[in-house]
C-alpha cells in the first residue's frame, strides 16, 4: 500500500497560481496512474485531473483544461497539480490517490489527507 501526502495549498487571491504536490511512500508511483481530485464544502467530491503512469496521458476536468497541468516526476516518486488563473470555484480540497485503472475514476484508492485550496475573489 502507497502512503500519500499532499502539500502546496493556500489561500489565494483570483488569477494567481498555486502548485500541488503529492508525494508517495511505500511504492513507486512509477507502476500506477494518478489523479486529483477536490471536494468543496457541502459539494460531492470530483476528478479533476489524471496522469497515466508514464507520464504520457492526460485528462481534465472541462473547467480546468487550459488552466491547470498535471505532471509527474518518477524519479522522486511525486506528482503535481500546477494550477494557474484560480478562480473563487477552485476553492476545496484537494486530494490525490492512485489510479487503479486508467480511465475508471471510481476506481481511486490510496486517498491522502488532502490540501485546503481557497480562492477569494
Known amino acids: 500500500q502507497v502512503l500519500l501526502v499532499e502539500s502546496g495549498g493556500g489561500l489565494v487571491q483570483a488569477g494567481d497560481s498555486l502548485r500541488l504536490t503529492c508525494e508517495a511512500t511505500?511504492?513507486?508511483?512509477?507502476?500506477?496512474?494518478m489523479g486529483w481530485f477536490r471536494q468543496a464544502p457541502g459539494k460531492e467530491r470530483e476528478f479533476v485531473a489524471a496522469?497515466?503512469?508514464?507520464?504520457?496521458?492526460?485528462e481534465y476536468l472541462d473547467s480546468v483544461k487550459g488552466r491547470f497541468t498535471v505532471s509527474r516526476d518518477n524519479t522522486k516518486n511525486t506528482v503535481y497539480l500546477q494550477m494557474d488563473n484560480l478562480k473563487p470555484e477552485d476553492t476545496a480540497l484537494y486530494s490525490c490517490?492512485?489510479?487503479?485503472?486508467?480511465?475508471?475514476?471510481?476506481?481511486?484508492?490510496?486517498w491522502g489527507q488532502g490540501t485546503q485550496v481557497t480562492v477569494s475573489s
Open positions: 496522469i497515466s503512469m508514464s507520464g504520457g496521458l492526460t
Open positions: 511505500g511504492r513507486t508511483l512509477s507502476t500506477v496512474h
Open positions: 490517490a492512485v489510479l487503479p485503472r486508467w480511465g475508471d475514476r471510481s476506481l481511486a484508492r490510496d
